[in-house]
DNA sequence: GCCAACGTTGGC
DNA sequence: GCCAACGTTGGC
């Protein structure tokens, strides 16, 4: 089981658009760079990522989990992008501000915090554990 | 709205 | 294969 992190701006896609589509999820599409794609192509149906709103709160608010793995993105006939789907699990009880990523000891490597331009993210099994915990959720 | 960081493109 | 130009992302 890994652990993964999507952003996405809210005016574009938000954490509530991604919950309204329920269990059946939503393509994760329109990714157009090579390291997310290929963080899409190792997941695997059942890892968990956070959700989070870039530019607009900067935060992470909730749980998803992939639930159909990488497969030909539906929004360009380019074969080079494929993407998985994702369906929301639960918000956070309390969000997660990047500010608060950036000060809390033990996330300072976290891809978030060091790379900030890259969309899809690998989340070690620690830092998930120390996000969960921040944001009032069970791991 | 600005700009730094970074990725991609294309000429050579 | 190098690198300058350009476009995009995302924090501030």
């Not at 192509?41 to 992470?60: C, P, Q, T, W």
């Not at 490597?109 to 830092?127: G, H």
Request: hydrophobic fraction near 35%; include cysteine.
């Amino acid at each position: 089981m890994a652990y993964w992190l999507f952003k996405s701006e809210p005016d574009t896609w938000s954490w509530d658009q991604q919950v309204a589509k329920g269990a059946a999820g939503e393509e994760w599409g329109g990714v157009r760079n090579y390291q997310a794609r290929n963080n899409m192509r190792a997941m695997k149906i059942g890892d968990l990522g956070f959700f989070y709103h870039s530019n607009v709160g900067k935060e992470v608010v909730g749980i998803v989990e992939v639930c159909a793995e990488s497969a030909p993105d539906s929004t360009t006939d380019d074969p080079r992008w494929d993407c998985v789907h994702i369906r929301a699990v639960r918000p956070l009880a309390r969000p997660v501000t990047l500010e608060d990523c950036k000060v809390e000891p033990g996330l300072e490597k976290m891809a978030l915090v060091n790379n900030t331009r890259l969309s899809v993210q690998p989340v070690t099994d620690e830092e998930w554990r120390i996000v969960c915990r921040m944001g009032g959720v069970e791991p």
